[in-house]
Nanobody, 122 residues
């Protein structure tokens, strides 16, 4: 399964960006789609996650500012980021976890996108 992320860029503090990620391949189902980020010198952290049923979870640092959504028919996930702060600067990665075709019951996969850079200037 391949994930293609897009939408990063440079924005001033207080501004907004929308990240998108599309999964492709022999996908049977995607259980979870998530966004992670990794700032320079820091570990990768979970930003937001959404299940195929639409249940969402967020890191405390982005609650009420970021919104994750997905289109199951298109195997895509979006991250709407509002009121951005300089500390949101990082490379953002999408992740998908689900099942691909193969064998009798399919096979589990967990794939990462290539990362997209978000830079928030003060």
């Amino acid at each position: 399964v391949q994930l293609q992320a897009s939408g990063g860029g440079l924005v001033q503090a207080g501004g907004s960006l929308r990240l998108s990620c599309v999964a492709s391949g022999s996908i049977v189902s995607i259980n979870h789609m998530s966004w992670y980020r990794q700032a320079p010198g820091k570990q990768r952290e979970l930003v937001a996650s959404i299940t195929d049923g639409g249940s969402t979870s967020y890191a405390d640092s982005v609650v009420d500012r970021f919104t994750i959504s997905r289109d199951n028919a298109k195997n895509s996930v979006n991250l709407q980021m509002n009121r951005l702060k300089p500390e949101d600067t990082a490379v953002y990665y999408c992740n998908a976890h689900g099942t691909v075709a193969g064998g009798l019951f399919g096979a589990v996969f967990s794939s990462w996108g290539q990362g997209t850079l978000v830079t928030v200037s003060s």
